[in-house]
T-cell receptor, first 114, second 112 residues
């Protein structure tokens, strides 16, 4: 099992360009998440999908859109990239059981916006 | 609101014990987690504790939970240079569907 995979690993964009970050999981999890990680800010939730067909905003959704394509895949789109979106982006998935909600993380996408 | 607080940095010598502390605010949390992030990698679950426990031990790791004070700690015995990483505390509130709330992470630096 590959777990959670993310593509690309690295990306450099110019201000105003668009791109889609891809995420897939092979653990048959219902829930998937997108986070960004910035120095001194920890992990901040951008969007999540509790189950296939639903998406919800997290703490920092502005400037992003998401698509839960199917149970396996959850993509994050930047329509018009800004330097403030320079960050490391992590996708995660989980299958909540009662109160237990261990999240499994991908290796991250390092994005630089010039 | 929900908030998880951790100290940002800890430096220890190899062979010493490390203690990383965390405070959380949501008393409904049923599980609390410690994640480890090595340089250039994603987060991996290190250990977790159920809220009706006050201690959990797993090899070199000891988790202590004080529910009254909403305080969680992670003790790493005989710390090794390979333990150098960022450690995140996270809580899982038990209110409807919810995500994990993460602290900002504690960077542990182990020197030889």
């Amino acid at each position: 099992n590959a777990g959670v995979t993310q593509t690309p690993k690295f990306q450099v964009l110019k201000t105003g360009q668009s791109m889609t970050l891809q995420c897939a999981q092979d653990m048959n999890h219902n829930s998937m998440y997108w986070y960004r990680q910035d120095p001194g800010m920890g992990l901040r939730l951008i969007y999540y999908s509790a189950s296939e067909g639903t998406t919800d905003k997290g703490e920092v959704p502005n400037g992003y859109n998401v698509s839960r394509l199917n149970k396996r895949e959850f993509s994050l789109r930047l329509e018009s990239a800004a330097p403030s979106q320079t960050s490391v982006y992590f996708c995660a998935s989980s299958q909540r059981q009662g109160g237990y909600n261990e999240q499994f993380f991908g290796p991250g996408t390092r994005l630089t916006v010039l | 609101g929900e908030d998880v607080e951790q100290s940002l940095f800890l430096s220890v010598r190899e062979g010493d014990s490390s203690v990383i502390n965390c405070t959380y605010t949501d008393s409904s949390s049923t599980y609390l987690y410690w994640y480890k992030q090595e340089p250039g990698a994603g987060l991996q679950l290190l250990t977790y504790i159920f809220s009706n426990m006050d201690m959990k031990q797993d090899q070199r790791l000891t988790v202590l939970l004080n529910k009254k004070d909403k305080h969680l700690s992670l003790r790493i015995a005989d710390t090794q240079t390979g333990d150098s990483a960022i450690y995140f505390c996270a809580e899982s509130p038990n209110s409807g569907y919810s995500t994990l709330t993460f602290g900002k992470g504690t960077m542990l630096l182990v020197s030889p």
